[in-house]
């Protein structure tokens, strides 16, 4: 299960540096610089990842992922009456034993009251604001580009309508 848990870390370690890629190259190919949206996507993530400890962590891992090594997995099991819960956690003190973390991220680690990052919740969290700044986009979008949309909705169905369907 450990085994599979690393591999699984890698592809979505993999999958987030890939969207960060993609976004950055999706707002550029398609609004100018300096632009309401291009300036307005740039605050969002200066405000939502570029001065949270976690978000550098889990892109210093992925580079470690990719060019070094991967990380020491291990579990923690929760069992009460009922229910039964498995947390996928990365042991603080391997982890400290990198040598391409920064002050933050090695301050960050040392100060985990558990010695152990909850690479789930970790991860639950990044998710969450990476959605929240995907809804945001897509409606900022759709509101600046509302008139586009439209025409080609309009046009979208009088060429399907045409062709009776």
């Not at 591999?7 to 190259?25: E, F, I, M, S």
């Not at 060019?67 to 498995?86: F, N, Y």
């Not at 680690?109 to 969290?125: K, Q, T």
Request: include cysteine; charged fraction near 20%.
């Amino acid at each position: 299960m450990l085994d599979e848990s690393q591999r699984l870390l890698h592809n979505v370690l993999a999958a987030v540096a890939t969207r960060v890629a993609q976004l950055r190259r999706f707002i550029k190919h398609n609004f100018e610089a300096g632009s309401p949206i291009a300036t307005e996507y740039s605050e969002r993530v200066t405000e939502l990842f570029a001065s949270d400890v976690t978000a550098a962590f889990l892109q210093k891992m992925r580079n470690e992922l990719a060019h070094a090594q991967l990380p020491i997995v291990s579990s923690t099991e929760t069992i009460s009456a009922g229910s039964a819960t498995v947390a996928i956690v990365l042991p603080c003190d391997a982890l400290l034993n990198w040598t391409d973390w920064n002050t933050e991220i090695i301050t960050w680690l040392a100060e985990l009251p558990s010695d152990v990052v909850d690479i789930g919740e970790l991860l639950g969290a990044y998710a969450r604001r990476a959605g929240n700044l995907d809804h945001w986009l897509h409606e900022r979008i759709g509101t600046e580009q509302r008139s586009e949309i439209d025409q080609f909705a309009a046009a979208e169905d009088a060429f399907f309508r045409s062709r009776g369907m």
